[in-house]
Nanobody
Framework: QVHLVESGGGSVQAGGSLRLSCASSGYTPSFVYMTWFRQAPGKEREGVAVIDKDGITAYAESVKGRFTISRDNAKNTLYLQMNGLKPEDTAIYSC??????????????????WGQGTQVTVSS
């Protein structure tokens, strides 16, 4: 298990952009799956986007075409570029990592390393 630290959250107006970062204390190439989750007040946690060790990505339908996940193994950092933000994107965003495949990728209980989360607030 490694330590993950998110940053980059904040408050923006609808249509704006934010870039989240997730810095890892461990060697990110050792993570097979790295994923962003989010949880809005009163709602269940949901998977937002995943990237595997080969750079293959997948996204929740609600963010396709607006969000882009990437990883920089040289910096041991995971990113989430969020464009076209909507009020419904308001949530606490957390990164997670696993040294094994997670199927389906949005199964939160299968990840063994988590960050503390960063708040994203989108106003209309």
């Amino acid at each position: 298990q490694v330590h993950l630290v998110e940053s980059g959250g904040g408050s923006v107006q609808a249509g704006g952009s934010l870039r989240l970062s997730c810095a890892s204390s461990g060697y990110t190439p050792s993570f097979v799956y790295m994923t962003w989750f989010r949880q809005a007040p009163g709602k269940e946690r949901e998977g937002v986007a995943v990237i595997d060790k080969d750079g293959i990505t997948a996204y929740a339908e609600s963010v396709k075409g607006r969000f882009t996940i990437s990883r920089d193994n040289a910096k041991n950092t995971l990113y989430l570029q969020m464009n076209g933000l909507k009020p419904e994107d308001t949530a606490i965003y957390s990164c997670a990592a696993a040294p094994w495949r997670v199927l389906p990728w949005y199964s939160a209980s299968r990840y063994n390393s988590w960050g503390q989360g960063t708040q994203v607030t989108v106003s209309s």
